[in-house]
């Protein structure tokens, strides 16, 4: 860790990086001939005996949080922010999600009245015999609309739409 000296400085703000001691770290950048260049985190009490010294590049970002003390004020705040935040991201997603869910229903039931639509334009080009729905009407003492719909079901078949009936 040592050799470190230390050519520019940046301080972060707004309760980044802080200090056990509770002061703001400062980001430092090396000028040592072993580590030219590399990120480093200070605490401004090094010298005064803190001794908290970080290279940037080995520190994840949760580590550079457990640094902060506990009762850290705006530690707090972002934490209420980004709980309050998540809160509103999940409802935001519920709501779209519904949406989506009722999309699809619409969607299902617009594709089941086209093929509804389309069937019932197939049925009605199927050619049938008059004679043929008056006496499955009357043989099997059915309304001639259901006669009718039974014969175009079955292509005009008037055998395959009795058997039909029949079953």
Known sequence: M????ASSTSEVGNGLPRCGCNETMKLLVSKS???????FWKCRNYMNG??????DDLVSEFAVKE???SGCRQCEVNKAYLIEFSKE?????????GKLNKLEKLKKKI???????????EL???KINAA????????????????????????????????HLLH
Do not use: Q, Y
């Open 50 to 55: 803190c001794g908290l010294f970080l290279w």
């Open 89 to 97: 991201i999940v409802e935001e997603i519920d709501c779209r999600v």
């Open 67 to 69: 640094t902060n003390p």
């Open 111 to 121: 594709a089941m009245e086209k093929r509804k639509n389309l069937w019932e334009k």
């Open 132 to 163: 043929d729905v008056d006496i499955i009407a009357n043989e099997l003492e059915l309304d001639k609309k259901v006669a009718e719909r039974t014969l175009r079901e079955h292509k005009g078949d008037d055998v395959a739409a009795i058997r």
């Open 124 to 126: 009605a080009a199927v």
């Open 2 to 5: 040592g050799g470190s000296k």
């Open 33 to 39: 001939i072993e580590n030219p260049g590399r990120k």
